[in-house]
Nanobody
Framework: QVQLVESGGGLVQAGGSLRLSCAGSGRTFSRTHMGWFRQAPGKERELVATISWTGYHTYYADSVKGRFTISRDNGKNTVSLQMNNLKPEDTAVYYC??????????????WGQGTQVTVSS
């Protein structure tokens, strides 16, 4: 069974930091682009960041550029998202995803179950 499992969400004050991690199992993701989406209440799911399978290329939504950093460890089958200077508008459920499109699209092949990030003002 192929799975992506996120961890690291939680409650943080504005200006704080969180690190999300996603562990893949059931297959290797070393040749698959990976990334993070988020969905706030009442809003559509949106792409936050993508990292190419090589790790050499990254893509960020304009709203998180300069604050979020995506990284991956192909040996451990993991992808992480370091989130700094968090804002209340970053509050959402964050989903790990993997697929063949760069940047990742909503029709990505694999999805995690999501982890809640709440930023208080």
């Amino acid at each position: 069974q192929v799975q992506l499992v996120e961890s690291g969400g939680g409650l943080v004050q504005a200006g704080g930091s969180l690190r999300l991690s996603c562990a893949g199992s059931g297959r290797t993701f070393s040749r698959t682009h990976m990334g993070w989406f988020r969905q706030a209440p009442g809003k559509e799911r949106e792409l936050v960041a993508t990292i190419s399978w090589t790790g050499y290329h990254t893509y960020y939504a304009d709203s998180v550029k300069g604050r979020f950093t995506i990284s991956r460890d192909n040996g451990k089958n993991t992808v992480s998202l370091q989130m700094n200077n968090l804002k209340p508008e970053d509050t959402a459920v964050y989903y790990c995803a993997a697929g063949n499109s760069y940047p990742l699209a909503l029709n990505s092949d694999y999805w995690g179950q999501g982890t809640q990030v709440t930023v208080s003002s």
